[in-house]
């Protein structure tokens, strides 16, 4: 069973800086660890996806936090990380952690979240 396990969220007032982790412990059976990414979500709106990284390290950003903040991972501890920094009121949400994994030699996927940790960006 796999579990992701996030730190590093919390209070910051705003052009401060936060750094989330994202710990995936376990094994699914068969499967390995693909793209890992961050989403975020506000009260009364979708999740949305705020940065992702590839196997093969490549990188994608929603626009408003491009410049702003750099996802990482080392896949030696399944670990993911977001380096936020200038962060604005409006990046305030609960943060989650998504590792998507696929199947050893086949293409079949699943995903897995982690709790999630609150992001506050005082004004």
């Known amino acids: 069973q796999v579990q992701l396990v996030e730190s590093g969220g919390g209070l910051v007032q705003a052009g401060g800086s936060l750094r989330l982790s994202c710990v995936a412990s376990g094994s699914g059976s068969g499967f390995r660890i693909n793209a890992m990414g961050w989403y975020r979500q506000t009260p009364g709106k979708q999740r949305e996806l705020v940065a992702a990284?590839?196997?093969?390290?490549?990188?994608t950003y929603i626009d408003s936090v491009k410049g702003r903040f750099t996802i990482s991972r080392d896949n030696a501890k399944s670990t993911v990380y977001l380096q936020m920094n200038s962060l604005k009121p409006e990046d305030t949400a609960v943060y989650y952690c998504?590792?998507?994994?696929?199947?050893?030699?086949?293409?079949?996927?699943?995903?897995?979240w982690g709790q999630g940790t609150q992001v506050t960006v005082s004004s």
């Open positions: 998504n590792a998507n994994y696929q199947r050893v030699g086949g293409l079949d996927y699943v995903d897995y």
């Open positions: 990284i590839t196997k093969s390290d490549r990188t």
